[in-house]
T-cell receptor, first 113, second 115 residues
Framework: DAGVIQSPRHEVTEMGQEVTLRCKPISGHNSLFWYRQTMMRGLELLIY????????DSGMPEDRFSAKMPNASFSTLKIQPSEPRDSAVYFC???????????FGPGTRLTVL | AQSVTQLGSHVSVSEGALVLLRCNYS??????LFWYVQYPNQGLQLLLKYTTGATLVKGINGFEAEFKKSETSFHLTKPSAHMSDAAEYFCAVCRSGGGADGLTFGKGTHLIIQP
């Protein structure tokens, strides 16, 4: 079984550029989560979707961040414009129910110069 | 709102010794509790979870944890540490039932295994 797939695995960009992170959840899972991991703040929930509908985006840090889930097999997290403080590892996770086990992707390491 | 406190950002044990990683939680409703492990440059992998029923839960790689409601704790243990257990461990909580949401994580505990 393929797990959660994230792309790219690494992204290096310059301040002010648009960044798009992608996630493909496990087939059949109807809940999708985006987390951010930094040394200072640990793992933080940014937003989650249930049946492709955003349920809670209170963790999204600023209007520069946006997330979409156009269908059950794809989600994006976009940062526009990016800033150095956005540098972090971004994880996508999916689950078949809330609450239940969340399965994490390998993460995207974002570096904003 | 929920919160998780993991005591000790770093824990060092000798190979073969008992592993004890502490986790205390705060939740206004009955919680679901999880332990995840993260190896360097990898995503998080579920070790074990407590939802309902038996309060002592067993997970992968010989780990287990006990849910103690009176102490609001969910400590992770393993009788005998192995070098391959060296990793970052995260305790997490989410609300059970309707209106449930995403996971709230602790800050993590880095487990070091001394040969």
């Amino acid at each position: 079984d393929a797990g959660v797939i994230q792309s790219p695995r690494h992204e290096v960009t310059e301040m002010g550029q648009e960044v798009t992170l992608r996630c493909k959840p496990i087939s059949g899972h109807n809940s999708l989560f985006w987390y951010r991991q930094t040394m200072m703040r640990g793992l933080e929930l940014l937003i989650y979707f249930n049946n492709n509908v955003p349920i809670d985006d209170s963790g999204m840090p600023e209007d520069r961040f946006s997330a979409k889930m156009p269908n059950a097999s794809f989600s994006t997290l976009k940062i526009q414009p990016s800033e150095p403080r956005d540098s972090a590892v971004y994880f996508c996770a999916s689950s078949s129910a809330i609450p239940d086990t969340q399965y994490f992707g390998p993460g995207t390491r974002l570096t904003v110069l | 709102a929920q919160s998780v406190t993991q005591l000790g950002s770093h824990v060092s044990v000798s190979e073969g010794a008992l592993v004890l990683l502490r986790c205390n939680y705060s939740s206004s409703v009955p919680p679901y509790l999880f332990w995840y492990v993260q190896y360097p440059n990898q995503g998080l992998q579920l070790l074990l979870k407590y939802t309902t029923g038996a309060t002592l839960v067993k997970g992968i790689n010989g780990f287990e944890a006990e849910f103690k409601k009176s102490e609001t704790s969910f400590h992770l243990t393993k009788p005998s540490a192995h070098m391959s257990d060296a990793a970052e461990y995260f305790c997490a909580v989410c609300r059970s039932g309707g209106g449930a949401d995403g996971l709230t994580f602790g800050k993590g505990t880095h487990l070091i295994i001394q040969p």
